[in-house]
């Protein structure tokens, strides 16, 4: 009874290991296939046969599908428009190094080969790979010197500017550079003035007394206004800042391999920004006027203050002041002339100046003088400076 109960529980897992095993089987299949059929990240390239004139054909095709000759020193790989990629397990073999050209018969052939497939020829003799028969091909090419091209044009302007500019300066020159002429005073105005205060008892009134006052009232009042802090408020304040909504495609570089083949290198897509708005709440602070309030003395006080003038004016070149008589409330308080010379100049021209006083006393009406002319205006008379 018990031996049959163990034999059968041995035949279960018997079966259940069989079961098992079979499975194992399965995905080790099922892995080798996904393994087979991954794509990889390198595409084939293609090849264009130069002895039957076939386009197009795959890295991976060592010999021409039209004339069986196989990939050699002419052969050049390109990539092609909708790109094929290689299985994970036909990567494998690609990728590893560039093919060589056999020295004698001119076939390439895969980097670890020893002897030519070809012809049999060993590879010790070969000097040309993929790389460096590309790179011989590219540095035959002429090279292109970055001529000298913009240096032309660039002086042309510069002569032009520069001519430009001496035309500018020539022209101020003529304006500007001093022009002597002789010519005649033909009249002479002048005009004196004598300011005259009195000591005069007037009301004022400011937040201090000044000496010599006599203080009738005073009141608190308003000296000004101070910004004082009352308190914080709640501000929605509008904000914005940039962020990713997406990325660009961006297209793939391919390396070339030289065996046929292409490896893909995958580019960091290029992220794209919007700009996006939110509301914040800010705390900001609300501030209050409040008056400052201090003594304002309302006085009298003694000033000078003007009363009167004494003016004198004449029509030669000898001015003279007014009598001032003052009382005993009175002082002077300043004096001022202004001269004018009239001129007529050797061209007819009536020029009037306005002149120091030792200037113009100088001068009598009908004397001749030296006028220096600049920019329009009268800049020294006889030599002495009247600007
Ligand atoms: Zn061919
Ligand atoms: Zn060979």
Same mark, same amino acid.
């Given at each position: 009874?018990?031996?049959?109960?163990?034999?059968?529980?041995? !035949?279960?897992?018997?079966?259940?290991? !069989?079961?098992? !095993?079979?499975?194992? !089987?399965?995905? *080790?299949a099922a892995a080798k296939k996904a393994a087979?059929?991954?794509?990889?990240?390198? +595409?084939?390239g293609l090849w264009d046969c130069p002895y039957c004139g076939q386009k197009g054909i795959g890295g991976l095709t060592k010999h021409c599908p039209g004339c069986?000759? /196989?990939?050699?020193?002419?052969?050049?790989?390109?990539?092609? $428009?909708?790109k094929k990629h290689l299985t994970e397990e036909q990567a494998e073999n690609y990728g590893k190094g560039e093919d060589w050209d056999c020295p004698f018969c001119g076939s390439m052939n895969r980097y670890d080969a020893t002897t030519c497939k070809n012809c049999g020829a060993p590879r010790d003799q070969a000097e040309s790979t993929y790389f460096t028969r590309k790179q011989e091909e590219s540095g035959t090419q002429p090279v292109t010197t970055a001529a000298p091209v913009s240096k032309g044009p660039n002086k042309k302007v510069l002569i032009a500017v520069g001519a430009a500019l001496l035309a500018l300066i020539a022209i101020l020159l003529v304006i500007f550079l001093p022009r002597k002429s002789k010519s005649t005073v033909t009249a002479a105005q002048w005009q004196r003035v004598i300011y005259v205060d009195q000591l005069t008892n007037v009301q004022e009134s400011d937040w201090t007394v000044p000496s010599g006052?006599?203080?009738?009232?005073?009141?608190?009042?308003?000296?000004?206004?101070?910004? +004082?802090?009352?308190?914080?408020?709640?501000?929605? +304040?509008?904000?914005?800042?940039?962020?990713?909504?997406?990325?660009?495609?961006v297209e793939p570089d391919y390396k070339d391999n030289g065996d046929g083949t292409? %490896?893909?290198?995958?580019?960091? /897509?290029?992220?794209?920004?919007? %700009?996006?708005?939110?509301?914040? @709440?800010?705390?900001?602070?609300?501030?209050?006027?409040? /008056?400052?309030?201090?003594?304002?003395?309302?006085?009298?006080?003694?000033?000078?203050?003007?009363?009167?003038?004494?003016?004198?004016?004449?029509?030669?070149?000898? /001015?003279?002041?007014?009598? +001032?008589?003052? *009382?005993?409330?009175?002082?002077?308080?300043?004096?001022?002339?202004?001269?004018?010379l009239t001129f007529s100049t050797e061209k007819g021209k009536t020029v009037s100046v306005q002149v120091p006083e030792s200037l113009f006393t100088s001068y009598q009406i009908g004397d001749t003088?030296?006028? %220096? @002319?600049?920019?329009? $205006?009268v800049t020294a008379i006889d030599g002495v400076a009247v600007r």
């Amino acid at each position: 009874m018990e031996e049959q109960q163990n034999t059968e529980s041995t !035949a279960t897992e018997q079966q259940k290991a !069989a079961e098992e !095993a079979i499975k194992a !089987a399965q995905e *080790a299949a099922a892995a080798k296939k996904a393994a087979r059929e991954a794509k990889s990240d390198k +595409v084939e390239g293609l090849w264009d046969c130069p002895y039957c004139g076939q386009k197009g054909i795959g890295g991976l095709t060592k010999h021409c599908p039209g004339c069986g000759h /196989p990939q050699d020193n002419n052969t050049k790989f390109y990539l092609a $428009t909708e790109k094929k990629h290689l299985t994970e397990e036909q990567a494998e073999n690609y990728g590893k190094g560039e093919d060589w050209d056999c020295p004698f018969c001119g076939s390439m052939n895969r980097y670890d080969a020893t002897t030519c497939k070809n012809c049999g020829a060993p590879r010790d003799q070969a000097e040309s790979t993929y790389f460096t028969r590309k790179q011989e091909e590219s540095g035959t090419q002429p090279v292109t010197t970055a001529a000298p091209v913009s240096k032309g044009p660039n002086k042309k302007v510069l002569i032009a500017v520069g001519a430009a500019l001496l035309a500018l300066i020539a022209i101020l020159l003529v304006i500007f550079l001093p022009r002597k002429s002789k010519s005649t005073v033909t009249a002479a105005q002048w005009q004196r003035v004598i300011y005259v205060d009195q000591l005069t008892n007037v009301q004022e009134s400011d937040w201090t007394v000044p000496s010599g006052a006599t203080v009738y009232d005073e009141q608190i009042e308003v000296s000004g206004y101070v910004q +004082v802090l009352d308190h914080y408020e709640d501000v929605e +304040v509008q904000r914005s800042r940039e962020v990713i909504v997406g990325y660009d495609e961006v297209e793939p570089d391919y390396k070339d391999n030289g065996d046929g083949t292409f %490896t893909e290198i995958e580019n960091t /897509p290029a992220p794209i920004y919007d %700009t996006e708005y939110y509301t914040e @709440t800010e705390q900001q602070p609300v501030y209050r006027t409040d /008056p400052v309030l201090a003594t304002k003395y309302y006085y009298t006080i003694d000033r000078w203050i003007y009363e009167r003038s004494v003016e004198t004016s004449g029509n030669d070149t000898t /001015p003279v002041w007014g009598e +001032v008589s003052l *009382a005993s409330d009175e002082m002077e308080s300043g004096r001022e002339g202004v001269y004018v010379l009239t001129f007529s100049t050797e061209k007819g021209k009536t020029v009037s100046v306005q002149v120091p006083e030792s200037l113009f006393t100088s001068y009598q009406i009908g004397d001749t003088a030296s006028l %220096t @002319t600049s920019g329009g $205006t009268v800049t020294a008379i006889d030599g002495v400076a009247v600007r």
